[in-house]
């Protein structure tokens, strides 16, 4: 059995941002250690009962990891540790915002193993990030990112966002640039999506606020994909960009549709075709609620193992298809995607199946054609 992924949520924030509708909430810092003692126990009875297995993929996200005390986050990693079976070179990334970053969580995330960071930088412009309800600036990206490499952690992701209200095109160049500054070796690019029941939904419905557009969404894309890859980095994913060698193996891991094992409210898992949710409330996981469970059907499993596989900028390999399910892709998908390769969004070539750029523009068109 190959190694699996391991995923932490940790749901506390210095502040809710006006888009996010993550399970994560701002204000709860009392509930921390009773939160960590229930995610110790749960890691404590997941690993037992999926036999202690090996996992070359550690992966914190929230929320914001680094609001967490120094102590509380060794705890959780020692309790993985004890119960999984960590690959001595495997990646460990921890999630953090600017501005919450101090030099004692740095230096514990590195006594822990950890060798990666992930940052939501979003924008270089105050006026954006502030219509976010970022409690960041550009200078609180340079300060965590300066406290991280003096920790020894120099693997460095950056989140960046297009289509904010107020955005230009001039914004997202010298986001770009700002970020590229500070020689990350890895850029997340996303696009704004508008979450019903976030401030930011009501202030859009209201004509409060306006979003650039479809049409300038698309330009920004294309300039992110255009300036990282005239800097050396390559588009592994439709939004993500790394240096090479620098690809988030957690990421590639789940979009190849290995196993991993979620902790944490709102956690998911994938183990042996059996999906798990951990409930979204932090008070319901808090009381102990059991998760959801469901068994994936052969067709289910396959619809996602080609929805998240042509996310690769790589593709499904015809021949990986065929070894997992037993029969081969063509077979299966090819009459459904014949039309997406005579119109030039699928391409099929050295056994390989993936879209092409403008494919990734329009994927979904080429999903629901896939659909039973």
Same mark, same amino acid.
């Given at each position: ?142 300060? !965590? =990112? ?13 989140? %960046?966002?297009?289509? *904010?209200? #107020? /955005? ?97 409210? !709102? =956690? ?13 409330? %932090?008070?319901?996981? *808090?009381? #102990? /609620? ?83």
């Amino acid at each position: 059995m190959k190694p699996l992924g391991l995923y932490v949520h940790i749901p506390f924030c210095a502040r809710k941002c006006a888009y996010c509708d993550f399970a994560s909430w701002a204000g709860r810092e009392a509930d921390r250690e009773r939160y960590v003692e229930a995610l110790c126990r749960e890691i404590e009875i997941r690993g037992s009962a999926c036999g202690h297995p090996a996992a070359d993929t550690v992966f914190f996200g929230g929320g914001t990891p680094s609001l967490l005390p120094p102590e509380l986050y060794t705890k959780i990693a020692r309790t993985l540790r004890a119960n999984f079976e960590i690959a001595p070179d495997a990646e460990w990334t921890v999630e953090c915002n600017p501005g919450t970053l101090t030099a004692e969580f740095a230096d514990a995330l590195r006594e822990s193993g950890c060798n990666r960071l992930s940052m939501g930088m979003q924008a270089a412009q105050p006026e954006l990030l502030r219509a976010l309800g970022r409690i960041h600036d550009l200078d609180g990206v340079r300060q !965590a =990112a300066a406290i991280a490499r003096a920790a020894g952690i120099d693997n460095l992701n950056l989140d %960046l966002m297009l289509g *904010l209200p #107020g /955005q230009t095109l001039d914004h997202m160049r010298e986001t770009l640039d700002a970020a590229l500054d500070l020689k990350p070796r890895h850029v997340s690019c996303y696009a704004l999506i508008v979450e019903e029941g976030t401030p930011l939904h009501g202030w859009v419905e209201q004509g409060r606020v306006k979003l650039p557009g479809e049409d300038m969404d698309r330009a920004m894309y294309g300039l992110c994909r255009d300036t990282l890859e005239k800097q050396g980095f390559h588009q592994y994913e439709i939004s993500n960009f790394a240096l090479p060698g620098g690809e988030c193996r957690h990421n590639v891991n789940c979009w190849q549709r290995r196993d991993y094992l979620g902790f944490g409210c !709102a =956690a998911h898992s994938l183990w042996r075709e059996e999906r798990r949710a951990n409930p979204r409330e %932090l008070d319901d996981y *808090l009381k #102990g /609620q059991a998760p959801e469970t469901e068994i994936i059907s052969a067709a289910d499993a396959r619809f996602e193992y080609m929805m998240l596989g042509l996310r690769l900028t790589a593709g499904v390999s015809e021949r990986d298809f065929e070894e997992r399910f037993g029969q081969g892709l063509w077979e299966t998908y090819g009459a459904r995607l014949e039309p997406a390769v005579r119109d030039g969004r699928v391409t099929r070539r050295d056994g390989r199946v993936f879209l092409t750029r403008r494919g990734m523009d329009v994927m979904n068109s080429v999903l629901v054609a896939l659909l039973d």
